[in-house]
């Protein structure tokens, strides 16, 4: 019995593997709209002009108070109705990019914060723009605080786009949930969805956890 | 686009979303209670000075770390039967948010032991004070002021990660959105609703933690 499930969940690998294929695209996606709409909010928030900062503020919090599930189901169920239809497809990535943005807005906004105040005044007496102080004296140096977390944030962003399973993306959960419909073994069908994300995320939790303690051993002997 | 907003409808299902959030709470409020427990038990074999209790927590720490919780809900909800468990689907999901939530507890509460100096733990045992008594009347009094700010960041976690329970047919907040959806198909109404609700517990909880924050400074002045 148990022997005969394992066999059939092998011969159902492939799809798991179509599955992982498609968590991988939907987070990269998201991960690079993400990063670049997460950075721009970063950087305008800390920029000081107090009408787009409270609207960010107001943004990041919607964001980070409300369940991933229901930004899913405002965007896949709501839109439609003011007259944006989006496929599946297309919700995931648009949802996920707006709510990894929210968080990375905070992780830039935050490390753009611990850069000492003395740098940008030094740069402002240098006479560079402030785009350049931002390019070159600021953001350079926010890098260290940023990127931890920033890893830390994308592996969040792959285990919550398994949320996007329940519009119909058919992503690894979705599979693993298809196939607990022909192999009644949950243990075993979820334990291989389970393992098909640790193989991603792992490696990236070791590398957020590496970057951490380079930046702390760098801190004394640095700035 | 609010013009189309029905606030009737909406009058008719309050009490709907009222249940809704009540069972949010209290679920949440389980789970913490839980995750806590498992939390500490987890925090305490990963510091052990046993290697295998230590390798065990580890283990439980990086898989649940690394995995989706929706994938953990799914497990348990569909796993659990297997192994001849049949709980009800508020039980499973309870149990799945406590063992998710017990992990990072676990890191958080870590952390908080290890920000104890190493001279008051001395100075205990000089005491001839017992381990027992060491961690209860040194290590976690100040421990636990130190982790309060980050367990609240993990309690508002958990109550945004309780709203996944509605996929396995719990009944809470996230559930009335979809029953309003689908009885009425009102998406905008039922899910907006859902979300302020959510919001006031997280301005809640936020508010909360500011202010413990603000007394933690006023007692251990830096």
Known sequence: ?????????????????????????????????????????????????????????????FMRGTPFLVQVFIIFFILPEWGLHLSAFKAAVLSLTLYAAAYICEIVYGGIAAVPSGQMEAAKASGLTWVQRMRYVILPQAMKTILPPLVGQYVLLIKDSSVVSVIGVTDVTRVGWFTVQRIPEGLMVFGLVGLLYFAVCYPLIRLSNALEKKMRAEEPGGL | MLEAFNFRVLADYLPLFLKGLWATVWISAVSLVGALAAGIVACGGRISRFPFLSRC??????????????????????????????????????????????????????AGVLSVSRGQIEAGMAFGLSYLQRMRYIVLPQALGMTIPPLLGQAIVLVKDSALLSLISVFELTRAGQIITSERFMPAEGFFTTAVLYLTVYYALKAFSTWWQKRLIYIQPA
């Not at chain 1, 159902?12 to 179509?18: C, D, G, N, Q, R």
Request: no cysteine.
């Open chain 1, 1 to 61: 019995m148990w022997l005969s499930y394992l066999e059939k969940l092998l011969q159902a690998f492939p799809f798991f593997l179509k599955g992982l294929w498609m968590t991988v695209a939907v987070s990269g996606l998201s991960l690079v709209g993400g990063t670049l709409l997460g950075f721009a909010a970063g950087i305008v928030r800390a920029s000081r002009v107090r009408i787009l900062g409270s609207i960010l503020f107001a943004y990041v919090d």
């Open chain 2, 57 to 110: 927590a580890g283990a439980y720490i990086e898989a649940i770390r690394s995995t989706p919780l929706l994938a953990q809900i799914y497990f348990l909800y569909f796993g659990l039967p297997t192994l001849g468990f049949r709980l009800p689907e508020y039980q499973t999901g309870i149990l799945a948010l406590s063992l998710n939530s017990g992990a990072y507890m676990a890191e958080i509460i870590r």
